[in-house]
């Protein structure tokens, strides 16, 4: 159910800190930890350090691989804990948003470490693998020195204790002993903070309203696609009596903007009518498009 959010420069010691805290807590407290790994993601995901942290797409994949792992690993008997920089405070605000989705706990470790004590243990990771041909523990991989750089002075947002996300916020230096009991307090003898509409997911629909929803929207948007390919004036629907999408909308509708509109709706709809027939589903199909030419 808690989350453990591990958040820190690099070679400030986040791995070895996740490490302690999953032993802590098998050890002492039976519980399952689930260690969800940003070096590991990285390499998941077909990439190295150096490419993924120089190109903000791969990164971008990496977090939301990251996030997806929390997302699904969250449940209410084990602990998730996300080693990673976490360097950014609007991703750490989203992963605070989907563990309060899910009514779970959650704390953040922050690893700090004097700048020059840091690189001086990445030089020393950089002469291991050239000593060993490249051959390096994934998790002491060196950073070159304008990543390390980067991920240090320009890019990392420090986590903040009177940020809701960054709180509960402990902060720890390599020599110092991390107070494990008080974050098992925390997280489990603390309320989590109640879901709200932001953070609460959409009712799931049932396999057989997705069916017909599917179905009676693309039936709707192919009539229309014919309708147009045959310069038609408007549109009539003899299921549907009543409901004619208006000429100015056929006029200007063409297959990809259809698309989005029928995409749009479909979300829409999963979120306000899993209880409609496909009848009312089509209607209101129908009308959505006839509003969406008047915005």
Not at 61 to 79: A, F, H, M, Q, T
Request: with cysteine; aromatic share 10%.
């Amino acid at each position: 159910m808690p989350l453990i959010i591990i958040c820190g420069t690099p070679v400030s010691g986040k791995t070895t800190r996740a490490r302690e805290i999953k032993e802590y807590f098998e050890k002492t407290h039976n519980k399952q930890v689930d260690i969800i790994s940003e070096d590991e993601a990285i390499i998941k995901l077909g990439y190295d350090k150096e490419s993924t942290y120089l190109d903000s797409q791969k990164e971008k994949r990496v977090r939301g691989y990251l996030k997806s792992e929390v997302i699904r690993l969250i449940n209410k008997d084990n602990i998730v804990i996300l080693d990673g920089s976490n360097y950014i405070k609007g991703y750490r605000y989203e992963l605070y948003c989907a563990s309060k989705a899910s009514k779970s706990t959650q704390c953040t470790v922050y690893t700090i470490r004097f700048h020059q004590d840091a690189w001086d243990d990445n030089q020393k990771r950089i002469k291991a693998k050239e000593e060993l041909n490249g051959n390096t523990d994934l998790h002491t991989e060196p950073y070159t020195e304008e990543i390390f750089d980067a991920l240090t002075k320009l890019r990392f947002e420090e986590p903040n204790s009177n940020s809701r996300w960054d709180s509960p916020l402990f902060t720890v230096q390599p020599s110092d002993i991390l107070d494990l009991e008080a974050i098992y307090n925390v997280l489990y003898k603390r309320k989590p903070p109640p879901p709200n509409m932001s953070t609460q997911n959409p009712p799931l629909s049932s396999t057989n309203f997705l069916y017909e929803l599917d179905n009676t929207t693309q039936a709707i948007s192919k009539r229309i696609l014919e309708a147009k390919e045959f310069d038609a004036f408007e549109v009539k629907f003899s299921e549907y009596p009543g409901c004619v999408l208006e000429a100015n909308f056929l006029q200007t509708i063409n297959p990809q903007s259809l698309l989005r509109l029928r995409r749009q709706f479909l979300t829409y709809a999963k979120m306000n009518h899993s209880n409609e027939n496909s009848n009312k589903l089509g209607r209101f199909f129908i009308q959505y498009l006839n509003k969406s030419l008047m915005n």
